[in-house]
């Protein structure tokens, strides 16, 4: 019950439009739509982890709350 009071309105749509500022930091990570970046060699297999950055993007996908997504994307 208090999920249904909490859950964003318009929640159920599948993908949402949202941008990301730029960002650096470090993380365990594998190359995906978030991770297109490149590398000196000593990073290792994937999932990997080292500093990188990612440039400022506005993009659509199915929405998850991750490192990436903290917050649902405003309407």
Do not use: S
């Amino acid at each position: 019950l208090l999920a249904m009071r909490l859950w964003p309105a318009g929640a159920d749509a599948l993908e949402q439009p949202h941008e990301h500022a730029a960002l650096e930091h470090e993380h365990l990570h594998v190359h995906d739509e978030h991770h297109q970046h490149e590398h000196a060699g000593w990073e290792g297999p994937e999932p990997h982890r080292h500093p990188h950055r990612h440039k400022p993007l506005r993009h659509r996908h199915v929405f998850v709350i991750d490192d990436h997504h903290p917050i649902w994307p405003q309407q």
